[in-house]
């Protein structure tokens, strides 16, 4: 049921998560109104299904996590903190840099992009991290977000010569251009 929870509300955004002309939209920007709200209700039903018994797997925790997002009116009314409590859950059951990626986003969001920053410095040097392409997106996106649009074009920059689809090259270039304009 966690699992089945997790898929509805993840699939449930899927409406939302690119524009007229297919570029990507980031949480931030997406209309919760487009959202397929029938799927999160189903995905919030089911998790509360799931909430029951001793086992706390993964799939609880992330299900967990997909359902704050998907209860918040905005992504500035999102419960970061709780999300970044639920990371260190995550973290306990399933300690990957992936993870710690995540939580050192939601990290950002409840205590400030150089909380973030920190977080995510302390996962790059992984050898899994090295080409990865979001943690170099999340941490240009902190440094623009923490005023250092010198480093955030810099890990922009490197954002795109990692791998990546088209979509999310151009998204990237979207970033890149806003952290190099004044």
Excluded: C
Excluded at 24 to 38: H, K, N, V
Excluded at 87 to 99: E, F
């Amino acid at each position: 049921k966690a699992l089945l929870a997790l898929m509805l509300l993840q699939a449930s955004r899927t409406p939302a998560r690119v524009d007229a002309h297919g570029e990507l939209i980031t949480l931030e920007e997406q209309d919760r109104a487009s959202w397929d709200q029938a799927m999160r209700d189903e995905g919030l039903r089911m998790f509360g299904s799931s909430a029951t018994g001793t086992r706390l797997t993964a799939y609880h925790v992330e299900a967990a996590i997909a359902a704050i997002h998907a209860a918040a009116p905005s992504f500035d009314e999102t419960d970061w903190p709780a999300l970044v409590s639920h990371y260190d859950d995550l973290i306990a059951l399933k300690p990957t840099p992936v993870v710690a990626l995540n939580r050192g986003v939601a990290l950002a969001m409840a205590q400030g992009p150089a909380a973030g920053i920190a977080a995510l410095d302390d996962i790059a040097a992984h050898p899994s991290m090295r080409d990865y392409t979001p943690l170099a997106i999340a941490l240009g996106e902190l440094h623009l977000r923490n005023g250092d649009r010198k480093r955030a074009a810099e890990f922009f920059t490197r954002a795109l010569d990692l791998p990546g689809t088209m979509a999310e090259k151009r998204f990237v270039l979207r970033k890149l251009r806003g952290a190099v304009s004044s």
